[in-house]
C-alpha cells in the first residue's frame, strides 16, 4: 500500500520479530586501511573526504586529494565507527580516515538499512566506557546486537531500509506540509 510521498506499509518495531545477532557474524569488522594523522595529510583541498572521529558532518573534517600510495583509500557502503568518541556514520563514497577508526560492512548494506543499524550501533556503544571496559575492536566483534528477523530468521535488511525510507518520507511530507501551509 503506497501513502502520499511514497511511504510503505510495513510491521510495526513492535510487531516485528526480532533476534539477537553476534556482530562478527553478521558484519565484516576491521580498522580502516587509510589512518592518516592529519599532521601528515598532503594535498588537502581537494574532493575525497577525511574522516575522523568527530560527532559532526557525518564525521568528515576535511576533504582531501589523493594521498600517497601507502594510505589506501577505503571503499564506500560501509558504516565507520570511532569506538573512543562512539561515533558512527554511513559512508556512501569512497574515503580516507584519520586513525581509530573502524568499518562494518556486509553485502547486504545501503543508505537506509546502515541508517536503522547506525542507532542501534550507537546504543550498542553506550556500554563501553574509559575504564576496564573500554571500547576495543575485540569487544566490538563480540558485541550482540538485537536486529528485526525475515522469514529465515535471519536480519531483515528490506525491513529496515523500508522503515527508515518511510521515515524520509514522513519528514519530507511534513515539510512539504508546511511549505504549502506558508503559500
Same mark, same amino acid.
Given at each position: 500500500?503506497r501513502?502520499?510521498?511514497g ?7 513492535? &510487531? #516485528? !520479530? ?9 558484519? @565484516?569488522?576491521?580498522?580502516t586501511?587509510?589512518? $592518516? +594523522? %592529519?599532521?601528515?595529510?598532503? &594535498? #588537502? !583541498?581537494g574532493r575525497?573526504p ?5 560527532? @559532526?558532518?557525518?564525521?568528515i573534517?576535511d576533504f $582531501? +586529494? %589523493?594521498?600517497s600510495?601507502?594510505?589506501i ?15 558512527a556514520?554511513?559512508?556512501g563514497? %569512497? ?7 573502524q568499518?562494518?560492512?556486509?553485502k ?13 550501533? %550507537?546504543k ?16 566490538l566483534?563480540?558485541?550482540?546486537i ?13 525491513f529496515?531500509?523500508?522503515?527508515m525510507?518511510?521515515?524520509e518520507?514522513?519528514k ?5 506540509d ?6
Amino acid at each position: 500500500m503506497r501513502k502520499r510521498g511514497g511511504g510503505e506499509k510495513i510491521e510495526t518495531l513492535c &510487531n #516485528k !520479530k526480532w533476534g539477537v545477532f553476534v556482530l562478527s557474524e553478521i558484519f @565484516e569488522i576491521k580498522s580502516t586501511s587509510s589512518g $592518516i +594523522d %592529519k599532521n601528515k595529510l598532503i &594535498n #588537502k !583541498k581537494g574532493r575525497i573526504p577525511y574522516i575522523t572521529r568527530t560527532d @559532526e558532518n557525518n564525521g568528515i573534517t576535511d576533504f $582531501i +586529494d %589523493k594521498q600517497s600510495e601507502k594510505y589506501i583509500i577505503n571503499e564506500c557502503n560501509v558504516i565507520t565507527i570511532g569506538l573512543d568518541t562512539q561515533t558512527a556514520f554511513y559512508q556512501g563514497n %569512497k574515503f580516507y580516515t584519520g586513525q581509530n577508526i573502524q568499518i562494518i560492512y556486509n553485502k547486504q548494506l545501503n543508505k537506509y538499512n546502515a541508517l536503522f543499524l547506525i542507532h542501534l550501533l %550507537k546504543k550498542l556503544m553506550e556500554k563501553f566506557n574509559w575504564g576496564g571496559n573500554g571500547a576495543t575492536l575485540n569487544r566490538l566483534n563480540k558485541s550482540k546486537i538485537l536486529l528485526p528477523l525475515d522469514s529465515k530468521k535471519t536480519p531483515d535488511w528490506n525491513f529496515m531500509e523500508k522503515y527508515m525510507k518511510n521515515l524520509e518520507y514522513k519528514k519530507i511530507n511534513k515539510y512539504l506540509d508546511y511549505i504549502k501551509n506558508r503559500i
